[in-house]
């Protein structure tokens, strides 16, 4: 694997990926980030989860002039969940810089997004309808933009934007950098990369092999407020040496450490905020036994080499098949079996059917665990500890006073009063987690890109969610002055 620290990439930036916890560049980013420095334009194919905004974000941080504060780059992605996650890995590459990246989208109040227009943004990232709206409008001037970047465009295409996307790139100057990423290729897009790309270098990534062995597979269907003491059952249960459990967001992660931890359970976070020695402080304590329960979001769990894994945990289904192969490898290492169970709300069932048909693996089924299940699953861990002292140790000096417990008591009255003080009871303390919205695949069906997740990450989850919000309708149709009629989520 090739180090960021190889590609020249300046300190600055180095900085901020070594604050986020990055050392390795993907296979995307090695060879997208050189041919991008050297000017080129570069016509990106790669599936999904593949490091893809570091690939075209750090080239077009390196061109920016900090001095000026005028727009010189800009990203257009389909979906404003997409557009603001994009900004958001921006701002955190570029954060010791001073360059700031601004999201733009429909749904958003027109004259909200000109205010903070005014502020001096040098990148905006923006979903095609609302970007034209405000070069149209002049609100967004694109004179000074050396890069531009089109971030799954085979999937502005399903969704009709193709038309927006050559005017766009018609309205920036023809002297600029033009970076494509698509995970396929379809002929329409061939045709933008022919005709307003100048020499594009072309850079493929073949798709892994995603294949789970060594991992039995597990789904619990249940509703989002029912999840986190699903969780705590599901350990009570089965107590996992060490468990890995997966969120989506930041928030989750810290969420679901502070309710486990005050409900009894060894747990720590770690997530993207987190310093990098706060973050091998919280490792070292989960490898040395000290931590029974890692929370942990994907970006921060990349790279994780834990052997003694028994369960894994997702409290959030991932959003594509291969954060879902990447993150239930944690365990079944080293010729072992575990777990992988994925917490599944009713309207994600689509989706996790999308991840078997992708990984080639059957989930099995199981049912919500419930307090009384938990509670009887604790006394058995109890019982298999008696049962193990019983067959293990020499219990004579211990006998004497058996016999005379046991001429005052009978005898299920003093095994049940030991199981009763050796088991673990969990405290009931009132947890709640911020809900999320739930993964839909009902677009990706639908499409003609056929069944592929919607995740262009970093290198973590992504949540897209609807995919008509930040653009037009792709009913919509030009009337004479080249406005759109029939429009939803511009205003």
């Known amino acids: 694997m090739t180090k960021f620290n190889e590609l020249s990439i300046s300190a600055p930036i180095m900085k901020a990926l070594e604050k986020m916890g990055f050392e390795e560049a993907t296979p995307i980013q090695t060879e997208t980030i050189p041919l991008a420095l050297a000017g080129n334009d570069v016509i990106g194919q790669a599936q999904t989860g593949t490091g893809k905004t570091a690939a075209f974000g750090i080239p077009m941080i390196e061109r920016i002039d900090t001095k000026q504060r005028k727009v010189q780059g800009l990203v257009v992605a389909p979906t404003r969940e997409l557009a603001i996650q994009v900004a958001e890995e921006i701002n955190r590459i570029a954060k010791f810089l001073?360059?700031?990246?601004?999201?733009?989208?429909?749904?958003?109040?027109?004259?909200?997004?000109?205010r903070a227009l005014k502020d001096g943004p040098q990148?905006?990232?923006?979903t095609p309808g609302r970007l034209l709206d405000h070069m149209r409008r002049r609100t967004i001037r694109t004179d000074h933009v050396q890069t531009a970047v089109l971030d799954e465009a085979d999937e502005m295409l399903n969704m009709g934007f193709i038309d927006d996307i050559r005017d766009i790139l018609k309205g920036i100057p023809e002297e600029r950098q033009t970076l494509l990423f698509s995970a396929t290729m379809p002929k329409e897009i061939r045709n933008i990369a022919t005709t307003l790309m100048k020499d594009p270098k072309e850079v493929k990534i073949k798709a892994k092999e995603m294949t789970v062995e060594n991992i039995e597979q597990y789904f619990i269907e249940i509703?989002?407020?029912?999840?986190?003491?699903t969780l705590n059952n599901h350990v009570d249960i089965h107590s996992p040496e060490l468990a890995i459990v997966f969120a989506r967001t930041k928030k989750r992660v810290d969420e679901i450490t502070e309710g486990l931890q005050?409900?009894?359970?060894?747990?720590?976070?770690?997530?993207?905020?987190?310093?990098?020695?706060?973050?091998?402080?919280?490792?070292?304590?989960?490898?040395?036994g000290r931590v029974d329960v890692l929370v942990a979001t994907d970006v921060a769990a990349r790279g994780l080499d834990i052997s003694g894994v028994t369960h894994v945990y997702n409290f959030d289904i991932p959003q594509d098949p291969e954060s879902y192969v990447h993150r239930i490898g944690r365990t079944g290492r080293a010729g072992k079996m575990g777990e992988a169970i994925s917490f599944v709300t009713p309207r994600e069932m689509a989706h996790l059917h999308l991840i078997e048909k992708t990984t080639k693996s059957k989930m099995k089924r199981l049912a919500p665990p419930t307090n009384q299940d938990a509670k009887r699953g604790q006394q058995q861990v109890t019982i298999e500890k008696i049962q193990k002292t019983i067959n293990e140790k020499d219990l004579s000096s211990y006998q004497e006073a058996a016999k005379d417990l046991l001429e005052d008591n009978d005898s299920i009255s003093v095994v049940a009063a030991a199981l009763s003080l050796l088991t673990k009871e969990r405290r009931d303390t009132?947890?709640?987690?911020?809900?999320?919205?739930p993964i839909s695949v009902k677009k990706a069906l639908n499409s003609k890109g056929g069944h592929r997740s919607k995740n262009k990450r970093f290198y973590g989850g992504r949540n897209q969610g609807n995919r008509n919000q930040g653009g037009r309708n792709q009913g919509g149709q030009r009337n004479r002055k080249g406005n759109f009629q029939k429009r939803r989520n511009r205003d």
Do not use: C, W
């Not at 990148?123 to 923006?126: D, E, F, G, P, R």
């Not at 509703?223 to 003491?229: A, G, L, M, N, S």
């Not at 409900?263 to 990098?276: C, N, P």
């Open 98 to 114: 001073g360059i700031r990246a601004l999201a733009i989208y429909g749904g958003q109040q027109m004259d909200r997004q000109i």
């Open 123 to 126: 990148i905006v990232v923006a």
């Open 223 to 229: 509703p989002e407020k029912y999840k986190f003491d």
């Open 262 to 288: 005050a409900r009894g359970y060894r747990a720590e976070g770690i997530h993207g905020d987190l310093t990098q020695g706060k973050r091998m402080s919280v490792l070292n304590k989960f490898k040395n």
């Open 430 to 437: 009132p947890v709640r987690i911020s809900s999320v919205a």
